[in-house]
């Protein structure tokens, strides 16, 4: 199974990817590890696209979270299942901004050693909130017209709108698509 998991900024994404892919027991590709490096740095997207490439294979089983559309040719095509987290604006920004809070006073670090900051979450344009008020109502309106075009045909797009037990609603969807289809689907 090859699945995408994408939705706004805060929605959940890795957190649902990590933990179906430890009851799937596949690989889960976090996009972001391989999107920073050091200090916040992105790679440019040639190599992003090598990485990614060479992880989510067309023929094996993984999960990948994220919204980057550099990689929809490589994951969106290469996957048969898009997950779909569509919260309300309220909960995901509540969710977001208290994630960040904690990851701030806690200075957990993230992906090869960075650290979100006061600063860098209040007083700049890199903020993730600030993304987050950027692309909510973009992402909400632009997926569902990419759903439809015919290069993403072949996903099954499994919609998931109320945040409690996400990975249980997503579960019984995989569940309930294995069972209208062929095995084979696996």
Do not use: C
Request: charged fraction near 20%; proline fraction near 3%; hydrophobic fraction near 40%.
């Amino acid at each position: 199974m090859r699945i995408v998991i994408v939705g706004t900024t805060g929605s959940g994404k890795s957190t649902l990817a990590a933990e179906l892919g430890a009851r799937l027991n596949i690989a889960h590709i976090e996009l972001d590890y391989y999107h920073f490096e050091e200090n916040w740095r992105e790679v440019p997207d040639e190599v992003f696209r090598e990485r990614v490439s060479q992880l989510a294979k067309p023929d094996g089983a993984w999960i990948t979270d994220g919204n980057y559309s550099v990689l929809h040719d490589i994951t969106w095509q290469r996957a048969n299942v898009l997950i779909w987290l569509n919260y309300s604006f309220g909960f995901t920004f509540a969710r977001l901004l208290k994630r960040t809070l904690q990851r701030i006073v806690s200075q957990k670090p993230l992906w090869h050693g960075n650290r979100e900051t006061f600063s860098g979450t209040f007083a700049t344009k890199n903020s993730i909130l600030y993304w987050f008020f950027k692309t909510y109502y973009v992402r909400r309106r632009k997926y569902p017209v990419l759903f439809r075009q015919p290069q993403y045909a072949h996903l099954k797009v499994i919609e998931i709108t109320r945040p409690a037990n996400a990975l249980q609603q997503v579960l019984q969807q995989l569940k309930a698509l294995n069972n209208a289809i062929s095995h084979s689907f696996y």
